[in-house]
């Protein structure tokens, strides 16, 4: 008989599902792709009926739900953390019994749901999926419960976090507050701060690092001068613009070459960061074999210079590394507690969402008044056709 689990990740950004059933990721998706909302929070509801459908199962069948971060420890941050933007919305769900309540509510389950921690979610993601008998595991984001970046090892079935740094100290949060500062939408602009980076030059190093300092071990700490995330009402304070004797940048207005700049410089700072802790944590598990997750690992020119300047010579990452990610990791983590019929499988490809046939596309297509080609059954000419768009610098759509 299948051991079916479903991994959830909800209610902050990047909501997903997933289900492994008897060792073998049948299907994951963000909710967003149902949703059509960027970054959707929501509980994944239409993700989770195209997860059963895919999987083969039904309700009865779910032997577990699998959550992915601890809501009790959340809560404790929150209000440590005096937050100033607090609605009846955010309060609501700041409630620890809110995501179990809602899960069983609204999916209409009274079976077992297990909570993991948040970084442990993201370990898992990373580790369980890599094929690696054992490895190291780094993890890296803006904040969980409390941990914002993780040092573990894993091997076999179990894994094992030995440090990690906690919030407000945060990799991912000095990354997101210059995205801020530099005009971009936190938790999702971030890639474009990445990519400004090679059009710039590295003038303001030692200005980052007034903002985040290296310390022992697996450690770092924050100037929380420059930082104002504590109230909630904006990421950086005015001390970022004494810094940089920069204004921040308004949201769709001209991009400088001093934003250019600021972005070579954070990107060479974030390289120095992660390669220096990946060091040390080389030095503590003697693995030759790296594992990364975290919304901070989906930097991937760092995660590049990490294996380049570090002693490991095996490097995964997990492709889904920011929260939606962490519903696999989830379950994983619950299917291995509930079972002994073996090992979650390696990930063997990430095609795990829905699919749509060229019928189905051409329907939606005809509702409209779009032009377009068919290239059905034309496989040879629609290479061409792409070719010849990609040498005349046009995009292929």
């Known amino acids: 008989m299948s051991y079916n689990v479903v991994g959830i990740s909800a209610f902050y950004h990047d909501s997903a599902c997933c289900i492994i059933s008897d060792g073998v990721l049948k299907a994951a998706v963000q909710e967003e792709r149902f949703s059509r909302r960027k970054n959707d929070p929501d509980l994944p509801r239409k993700a989770f009926l195209y997860c059963l459908k895919a999987a083969g ?55 077992r749901i297990k909570i993991f921690d ?40 179990k894994i094992e976090i030995f440090e990690e740094v906690s919030f407000p100290n945060s ?122 997750a975290g919304g901070v690992a989906l930097n991937c020119v760092a995660n590049e210079k990490v294996l380049q300047k570090s002693p490991f010579q095996k490097l995964f990452v997990q492709p889904a590394a920011n929260d939606a990610g962490c519903a696999l990791g989830a379950a994983a983590l619950a299917y291995n507690e509930g079972t002994d019929s073996g090992a979650v499988q390696p990930l063997q490809h990430v095609y795990l969402g829905p699919d749509y046939s060229a019928s189905e596309a051409r329907t939606i297509l005809d509702a409209t008044s779009l032009k377009y080609s068919d290239y059905s059954h034309r496989t040879d000419e629609m290479m061409d056709a792409a070719v010849d768009k990609l040498v005349y610098g046009k995009v292929i759509r």
């Not at 739900?65 to 809560?75: F, H, M, N, R, T």
Request: with cysteine; glycine share 8%; net charge negative.
């Open 57 to 111: 199962i039904t309700m009865a069948d779910i032997d577990c739900i699998a959550y992915y971060e601890d809501p009790l420890k959340k809560a404790a941050r929150q209000l440590w953390s005096g937050n100033h933007n607090v609605t009846m919305e955010s309060a609501t769900r700041m409630d620890p019994t809110y995501p179990e309540r809602t899960i069983r509510e609204q999916f209409g389950y009274d079976g």
């Open 118 to 157: 948040h970084h442990q979610s993201h370990a898992a993601s990373s580790f369980f999926f890599s094929g690696f008998d054992e490895a190291a595991i780094l993890t890296v984001d803006g904040v969980g419960e409390w941990a914002t970046t993780t040092y573990g090892k894993g091997k076999g079935r």
């Open 171 to 292: 990799i991912g949060l000095f990354y997101s507050t210059i995205t801020s500062y530099m005009g971009f939408q936190i938790n999702s602009g971030e890639y474009k701060v990445m990519g400004l980076a090679p059009y710039g030059q590295p003038k303001y190093v030692d200005k980052l690092y007034e903002m985040i300092r290296l310390k022992d071990k697996g450690q770092y700490e924050l100037n929380l001068k420059y930082y104002d995330f504590l109230r909630g009402e904006k990421m950086y304070s005015d001390e970022i613009e004494s810094l940089f004797k920069l204004k921040a940048r308004v949201k769709e207005s001209e991009i400088d070459q001093i934003h250019k700049d600021i972005a070579r410089s954070l990107q060479v700072v974030l390289e120095e960061l992660l390669i220096n802790k990946a060091m040390y944590l080389h030095s503590i598990t003697g693995s030759i074999n790296l594992c990364m």
